[in-house]
């Protein structure tokens, strides 16, 4: 293998390629480094195990990718493409160095092989850059930014795209006409022999093939460099950022937020207030953002005309940073203990991060959901509420009053504590009190203790317990609400106070396994309550429960609803945060004997029903609502039922049959009522 001379002209040209693009995309890459440095520390490391499984099946799998099929094959195949030529990209640029470099000795008898993939996806790749362009130029898919910025963002980088994979193909072409056995290789290179011929039948002159060819290389490896120097700058950081941010995930519960230890002296401020006061993991979530829009199309909020966009807050987030990182940077190079309370509030006109769109979501993760490089909206969301709440002491009026009905009675209503049970008399029901070893807790939660329309719920669900001969008691009186709202509402201080009680309660009668009917009930005991010293042995939702029943032989039904028309609304809680799609429909198919009706967005895309995240009790005054949006769906699917599991769902779907006039042809009836009303 013979060393070039320092004047071949590859040789300089590879090196002052390489060296220069390095040296200015190191520089770049140092800040966001210095950047991300500047926020709180997050150890995110263990399991490496599942680490490594996410950024395969993610990263190099696509997954997510896919649940957009074609756009997701085309990513695909954009991403493979670019790995594969990229080797060969590799390769030529070593050679740049050292003359007549091959990749054979790694690859053996398979090299000429992947000489003809790499040619195969050089065309692939075109194809599939020329589809993206035309897709933002235009088709234009709403979800994609309208941003200037983003818009000429996308173009210059399927600019490089294409000049890349045009100018690799256009060098095998030369080299094909060349007759260089060394590049050219023209048995294994398909798109290049036939381009040759369609553009050169009678063939070209050796020597001028040979320049064109190196000129194009030269072309080829500088797209490398150009485009190297200009991902720093780009939402196209993802390429470097995505394998890392998926590895970096937290790996909790979805369903659990992160606690705040108030007892900490040094723990003097609490949520986020400016952008330092994220996690570096925050602001690498940032970095990954690829304005792809996928979380605006799925967000309640973004697709009824609420301030709040997902994409838009992630990309405001990382504005917000560059715009404020340089002072705090040169603040502490100067003086390494600066505390950067320099950092311009984070919820501000300026950062365009405003308190209507912190308050306006519903913390339904369908944009966590829909994100394929695994951003975490929601959280981030709750932790600037929470410095809303807790260090300037705002919230919505409505939420205020809210907040005063769980100090004082522990129910959002603010209904005398006293009278939870009362929707109870008459049932036969025991509480735990009189029954400690009851093998089974219903928690009715406040709404189905105190919302007239609920009770009707929680009656069904003992109905059904009863008819089965389980072994349940109530707490009743005793019962208090386990304060998942006030914690999405951003007041975790109030809501660790009534998660302290409630524990206190189930800890008293050692209770090991609990029914619940809302999600949100569900989800809190089961996913968060372990971080404050509780966990139960089995908690379930009772749309899962009945449907065990059911399987089980331990209630029977007759299929009394198969003249109906049963549409199921999934409840975020239920759904996206816990993964139970089935087992309701199940249940619910047991008494009507055909398949629920599915609406187009359902199960992990199902749209929210906008009461979740507190939303429940703020007012919903800008755009449309949420809940009539989602109503509007399932009528268009003529049902005579709206099935639902979630006591928030119920309520927030009634409303909307109403404000449509539809409340005499369609009912909105819990998967328990349902069964309960079928018993045999």
């Not at 195949?77 to 990209?89: E, P, Q, W």
């Not at 002072?327 to 003086?335: F, P, S, T, V």
């Not at 809210?402 to 008459?426: F, I, L, V, Y």
């Amino acid at each position: 293998m013979e060393i070039h001379p320092a004047l071949d002209f590859r040789f300089l040209f590879t090196a002052i390629l390489v060296l220069g693009s390095v040296a200015i995309a190191s520089k770049s890459f140092l800040r966001l480094y210095k950047l991300a440095r500047l926020a709180k520390p997050e150890k995110l490391t263990g399991d490496s195990a599942t680490r490594w499984g996410l950024v395969a099946s993610i990263f190099f799998g696509q997954k997510k990718m896919f649940k957009d099929f074609w756009p997701g094959l085309a990513h695909a195949l954009l991403f493979f493409g670019f790995m594969i030529v990229t080797l060969g990209s590799s390769e030529h640029l070593i050679e740049g160095f050292l003359h007549g470099f091959t990749f054979h000795f790694l690859f053996g008898p398979l090299y000429p092989w992947l000489i003809w993939i790499q040619d195969v996806f050089h065309f692939i790749v075109i194809a599939v850059a020329l589809y993206f362009l035309w897709r933002r130029v235009v088709s234009h898919p709403s979800r994609l930014s309208r941003d200037p910025k983003h818009s000429k963002d996308g173009l210059i980088v399927l600019g490089f795209t294409l000049g890349h994979m045009v100018a690799g193909l256009s060098a095998f072409v030369f080299f094909v006409l060349a007759g260089d056995v060394h590049h050219g290789f023209a048995d294994y290179r398909p798109v290049s022999s036939f381009l040759a011929n369609l553009f050169f039948p009678n063939g070209l002159d050796q020597s001028l093939a040979m320049n064109l060819a190196w000129i194009s290389w030269g072309f080829h490896i500088g797209t490398v460099a150009g485009f190297l120097i200009y991902i720093p700058h780009s939402k196209h950081l993802h390429v470097m950022t995505t394998g890392p941010n998926i590895f970096f995930a937290r790996l909790d519960h979805k369903g659990a937020l992160s606690t705040i230890n108030f007892e900490d002296a040094n723990n003097t401020s609490f949520g986020v207030g400016k952008i330092t006061d994220f996690t570096w993991k925050d602001v690498l979530d940032t970095y990954t953002c690829t304005a792809c829009g996928r979380c605006n199309e799925y967000c309640p909020t973004a697709s009824t005309g609420k301030p709040l966009k997902p994409m838009k807050l992630i990309q405001d987030m990382k504005v917000h940073l560059l715009a404020v990182g340089d002072a705090a940077l040169a603040a502490k190079a100067k003086d390494p203990s600066a505390s950067l309370e320099m950092s311009k509030p984070l919820i501000s006109e300026e950062s365009g991060i405003s308190e209507e769109t912190v308050w306006a979501c519903t913390t339904c993760r369908a944009c966590v959901e829909a994100c394929p490089v695994m951003i975490e909206h929601v959280d981030k969301i709750i932790d600037m509420r929470r410095h809303l709440v807790l260090m300037e002491g705002k919230m919505p009026q409505e939420l205020q009053n809210t907040m005063k009905n769980w100090e004082t009675q522990s129910n959002p209503w603010g209904m005398s504590a006293d009278s939870r049970d009362a929707w109870a008399e008459g049932l036969n029901i025991p509480r735990l009190a009189d029954k400690p070893n009851a093998e089974y807790l219903f928690y009715v939660g406040c709404a189905g203790s105190f919302n007239d329309r609920n009770k009707r719920i929680s009656t069904a669900v003992v109905k059904i317990l009863q008819a089965a001969n389980m072994d349940f008691a109530i707490l009743g009186k005793e019962e208090l609400c386990n304060g998942e709202t006030a914690r999405r509402a951003g007041n975790e201080y109030l809501a660790k106070t009534m998660i302290d009680a409630n524990i206190a309660v189930l800890s008293k009668y050692s209770v090991k396994k609990i029914i619940t009917t809302c999600p949100h009930c569900f989800n809190t005991l089961k996913n968060e309550y372990p971080d404050f010293g509780f966990k139960a042995d089995k908690i379930f939702h009772h749309s899962d429960f009945i449907n065990s029943l059911v399987k089980e032989g331990k209630i029977s039904v007759n299929q009394g609803a198969h003249s109906q028309r049963i549409v199921f609304h999934d409840s975020c809680y239920l759904g996206r945060y816990n993964e139970i799609y089935d087992q309701p429909r199940s249940a619910i198919e047991a008494i009507s004997g055909q398949p629920v009706i599915e609406m187009p967005r359902s199960k992990s895309k199902g749209l929210c029903c906008g009461a979740g995240g507190a939303r429940m009790w703020m007012e919903e005054t800008i755009g449309k609502r949420i809940n009539v949006e989602r109503v509007e769906e399932a009528l268009a699917q003529k049902p005579t039922i709206i099935a639902a599991g979630c006591p928030f769902c119920q309520v927030m779907l009634e409303d909307g049959v109403k404000s449509q006039n539809k409340q005499d042809e369609v009912k909105v009836r819990d998967v328990a009522e349902l069964v309960a009303e079928n018993l045999k």
